[in-house]
């Protein structure tokens, strides 16, 4: 039941457009792509859109998403799909120099690789 209710919000946010920003914030990052999100007494698990991380640099990129997303952060999710119960989105965190896109900076940060999906 809860995984079709996430693929209906997915498919719900898909129609109305990319440009739909969900906000929320962080719950727990969980692995380097991997984080739990919360938004209006609901939680969702969310893997970062277009980035991969080898599993040599998994500690590091978890460890740098925390220092980056410490709990209760607050983010901007622009979902891009789902698979098999996980939210796919781009995540963006706002600071006082703007949007930041969390995959991107993982891979500027040398801990992750482009997708060549996106």
Do not use: F
């Not at 984080?35 to 040599?56: F, K, M, P």
């Not at 709990?71 to 989105?89: F, H, M, Q, T, Y």
């Amino acid at each position: 039941m809860r995984s079709w209710c996430l693929s209906a919000l997915t498919a719900l946010w898909l129609l109305l457009g990319p440009a739909q920003v969900m906000a929320a914030e962080v719950l727990q990052v969980r692995s380097g792509t991997l984080l739990q999100i919360g938004d209006h007494n609901r939680t969702y698990t969310v893997r970062l859109a277009c980035v991969a991380v080898a599993e040599s640099d998994e500690a590091l990129a978890s460890g740098w998403l925390r220092q980056q997303l410490p709990r209760r952060s607050k983010v901007n999710l622009r979902p891009r799909g789902s698979e098999d119960g996980v939210l796919i989105a781009s995540i963006e965190k706002q600071d006082q120099r703007g949007s930041l896109d969390m995959g991107s900076a993982l891979v500027e940060a040398g801990l992750a690789s482009a997708t060549p999906s996106c």
